[in-house]
């Protein structure tokens, strides 16, 4: 089935789910409404007839029977929210295909303004990759999906990650589960660093503290009961009451401490509670998910369990901000106290499988984002990762993700072997900066371990760097020639392994001895044509010293001639037509070196009469 009309039948059917689920929410409400009304005439009318024990035990059926209700109404209020959730996955889903999008999430708080080649890509942004795939919807999901997309992962786990997205794309129903259960709390985006900074402290309570957090409350009922039954006088209730408050105040500072730390996540748990345990039932014997699934269960208890207790731990600890909660029951029960002791134990059984957990639930939304891109496109392939230490591209039939696939043009090219430039020359708008931007961003995409638009695509582990949109700076004073410059020093720096494209150690060792594989766009724009001549030719040949390869884009007609002196440059060229008055692009890659130039064209088209140019 078409993947846009599956998209658009499922949001209908969860669509009209939710609906079902809304009309039973409210007539459920209506028969609480109902049963409250009943109870209270029932007990009313029995203890005005003097049936005591009657209204008794009226009461406490009325009071089973509600909270049933009420805990069936919850239950139904999160099948009707599952439900809207669901169905806008799938309207989001839809949208997508026509590179439209409904969540606000763009990214932009991952890209830093000097990386090799996120700028350039469109890597984060309104119009980018990262919405194109963005499935994730915890905090540490998000970054783990952005740091997948800025940093190439080596051969063999961008192979496994093939691996786990191959067993989890035909997984629809839990993979849109899974986003729809992160929706039922806003509060899952949230960065969860105060909860690990409270996980990391180790707090012990004083052992008379422990002790008395039992006998005190049994001290104070029982002379309760004896001021009641008249043997104790009204203020020995209040000393002891008093004696509670002393305790307490033992305690105030940490307790406001450990509820700072915890309170805006006591919502996001629960929903983590169902993530974790929803993560847990994921079907699939990669090594990838595998191991997703021994951290969730590594530990006393599974992270379902365990988070559960939290959830439930954190949230009864926060009552103590109710003032009345916290007078008539929180002071008389030495509540802090038994909540900070039980806080400290799940902290020191747990503290150390936390983080674990938190990371593998970020790895499952990243792969669950790269999966929904796999599903959504099913003509897109899976590239071949080819481990070896020199450059080596093979690209058939490549289109640009970004562009919708019924308007992108697909092309095809190969390049293999160090130092190598491929130079490609065209007429404006011929597509020749949108042809670097293809092979690049499908080369990020295959080394983050995703499909890539093409029928056949693979490429060795490489370092991506681009040098397309380089601006000037007034708060810099940097013109756009030298703000470019600055760019290509970078490449050169990088060529020579003094810098990587990751902040990772170890990931840096490891990718900076990688080769780069460069893509300039109009090279050396910002100076005479002599110049640019010169500059551009010294840069080609200087980057044949090194491992780097790579795509050179330009209007320089004369750079195409290094191919007649040289093995290491291959001209390539897309061209324009004049047909009836109007400029006709077919945006298709061809072998050799531009010879028709339309800037004549366009320029004649807006106006200028360019017969004027010619007199003297």
């Excluded at 293809?438 to 295959?446: D, E, G, M």
């Amino acid at each position: 089935m078409d993947t846009e009309k599956l998209f658009q039948e499922r949001q209908k059917q969860f669509t009209d789910a939710e609906q079902l689920a809304q009309q039973q929410y409210n007539q459920l409400a209506l028969w609480r409404f109902v049963w409250f009304l009943l109870t209270v005439a029932g007990i009313w009318w029995l203890n005005d007839t003097g049936n005591t024990l009657a209204a008794i035990g009226t009461f406490l059926a009325g009071l089973i029977v509600f909270g049933w209700m009420l805990k069936r109404h919850q239950a139904i209020r999160r099948r009707r929210d599952l439900n809207h959730h669901l169905a806008f996955v799938n309207q989001d889903e839809a949208a997508r295909l026509h590179r439209q999008y409904l969540r606000p999430e763009t990214g932009d708080v991952f890209l830093t303004p000097t990386h090799a080649y996120a700028g350039d890509l469109d890597i984060f942004g309104k119009h980018s990759l990262y919405r194109l795939l963005n499935r994730t919807h915890t905090y540490d999901g998000s970054y783990r999906l952005a740091n997948w997309l800025l940093t190439p992962a080596p051969p063999q786990l961008a192979y496994v990650r093939q691996q786990a997205v191959e067993e989890l794309e035909p997984q629809l129903d839990w993979r849109q589960n899974a986003e729809a259960l992160a929706y039922l709390s806003e509060k899952t985006g949230q960065s969860p660093a105060k909860m690990r900074q409270w996980v990391l402290e180790d707090t012990t309570l004083p052992l008379y503290l422990l002790v008395a957090r039992f006998i005190l409350p049994l001290i104070t009922l029982g002379v309760a009961v004896a001021w009641l039954t008249g043997y104790l006088p009204g203020w020995a209730v209040l000393a002891c009451l008093g004696l509670h408050g002393l305790l307490l105040s033992q305690t105030n500072e940490l307790a406001r401490v450990v509820s700072e730390q915890t309170h805006e996540m006591a919502e996001a748990l629960k929903t983590f509670q169902d993530l974790f345990q929803h993560t847990e039932s994921v079907k699939g014997f990669s090594p990838l998910l595998s191991s997703i699934r021994d951290n969730l269960s590594a530990g006393p208890r599974p992270a379902s369990v365990a988070v559960g207790k939290l959830a439930r731990l954190v949230e009864n600890f926060n009552f103590r901000q109710n003032p009345y909660f916290y007078l008539f029951f929180a002071l008389p029960t030495l509540w802090d106290i038994h909540h900070l002791q039980g806080l400290s134990r799940w902290r020191n059984r747990y503290r150390k499988h936390l983080n674990n957990w938190f990371d593998a639930l970020a790895e499952m939304e990243a792969l669950n984002s790269l999966a929904g891109f796999a599903y959504a496109h099913p003509t897109y392939v899976v590239p071949d990762i080819i481990d070896e230490k020199v450059p080596h591209l093979e690209a058939v039939d490549t289109s640009h993700p970004l562009l919708s696939p019924a308007k992108s043009i697909a092309n095809s090219l190969e390049l293999v072997g160090s130092g190598q430039t491929i130079l490609i020359t065209g007429s404006n708008m011929s597509g020749k900066s949108t042809f670097l931007r293809t092979i690049a961003i499908n080369t990020v995409l295959a080394l983050a371990g995703a499909v890539v638009s093409a029928r056949r695509f693979g490429c060795s582990p490489m370092r991506v760097f681009t040098s397309m949109r380089t601006q000037d700076s007034l708060e810099e004073s940097t013109s756009s020639f030298y703000a470019e410059l600055k760019r290509l020093r970078t490449l050169l720096e990088l060529t020579q392994g003094s810098e990587t494209v990751s902040d990772n150690p170890t990931q840096k060792a490891l990718t900076s001895q990688w080769p780069v594989f460069y893509f300039l766009d109009e090279i050396l724009k910002g100076t005479n044509s002599a110049d640019r001549h010169r500059g551009a030719e010294a840069l080609i040949r200087q980057l044949h010293k090194t491992t780097a390869s790579g795509f050179v884009s330009t209007h320089d007609l004369e750079l195409g001639q290094m191919t007649d002196a040289s093995g290491f440059v291959r001209n390539c060229h897309f061209q324009s037509d004049v047909r009836d008055g109007e400029l006709h692009f077919d945006y298709t890659l061809y072998d050799g070196i531009c010879r028709s130039f339309n800037a004549s064209q366009l320029m004649q088209a807006i106006g200028i009469d360019m017969k004027l140019g010619s007199v003297h």
